[in-house]
């Protein structure tokens, strides 16, 4: 299994951002992926995460309204659409995969990817 995360980098306030996460190794239409974010100096946390199979969606109230994640299911890859950004989403981001329905918590994930940076400049 392999989850490898792209599209990050540094943008200014306001500006917007499109993660991807590809995977391979397991069938996708079984899956459910999260994207997580850690912050220096603070715990990972959950922000986003969609089942393939039902495409149901779970956002943190922290990103409702600015962040839109799909999933092509034909590519593999779920995508984050990160709008309004602010400062304080600064993190690397990971995405994460585990069977079936997606969870809110880091333990709900069983294969994760290495990261991908997004810095917000004020």
């Known amino acids: 299994v392999q989850l490898v995360e792209s599209g990050g980098g540094l943008v200014q306030a306001g500006g917007s951002l499109r993660l991807s996460c590809a995977a391979s190794?397991?069938?996708?239409?079984?899956?459910?992926i999260g994207w997580f974010r850690q912050a220096p100096g603070k715990e990972r946390e959950g922000v986003s995460a969609i089942s393939s199979n039902d495409g149901s969606t779970y956002y943190a109230d922290s990103v409702k309204g600015r962040f839109t994640i799909s999933s092509d299911n034909a590519k593999n890859t779920v995508y984050l659409q990160m709008n309004k950004l602010k400062p304080d989403d600064t993190a690397v981001y990971y995405c994460?995969?585990?069977?079936?329905?997606?969870?809110?918590?880091?333990?709900?994930?069983?294969?994760w990817g290495q990261g991908t940076q997004v810095t917000v400049s004020s």
């Open positions: 994460a995969g585990t069977y079936g329905t997606w969870g809110k918590y880091i333990s709900d994930y069983d294969y």
């Open positions: 190794g397991f069938t996708f239409d079984d899956y459910a």
